[in-house]
Nanobody, 114 residues
């Protein structure tokens, strides 16, 4: 089973930026579309962005223009560059395969606060 390890979260001030990483174990990473999700306290997990095997991105409208998804198949890693962060972006961020998810990783916490 593939293991997903998210990293790069932290505390950032409103308007700031973070770059999240998600490393996947195993050699099948490049054959799968990947996505980023987040779960805010007391809310359901929500989809944010996806990237196809050919690196074609798709974004939830609410994050389009602020977030950028990318992938490095040689490193089995998918990234999420997040700019202009706001307090409502505070959440635990996860990555996973699309459309059929692997086991979820622990996520990485992003806190946007002054």
């Amino acid at each position: 089973q593939v293991q997903l390890v998210e990293s790069g979260g932290g505390l950032v001030q409103p308007g700031g930026s973070l770059r999240l990483s998600c490393a996947a174990s195993g050699s099948i990473f490049s054959a799968n579309a990947m996505g980023w999700y987040r779960q805010a306290p007391g809310k359901q997990r929500e989809f944010l962005a996806s990237i196809s095997t050919t690196a074609s991105p798709y974004y939830k409208p609410s994050v389009k223009g602020r977030f950028t998804i990318s992938r490095d198949n040689a490193r089995n890693t998918v990234y999420l560059q997040m700019n202009s962060l706001q307090p409502e972006d505070t959440a635990v961020y996860y990555c996973n395969r699309l459309p059929r998810a692997w086991d979820w990783g622990k996520g990485t916490l992003v806190t946007v606060s002054s």
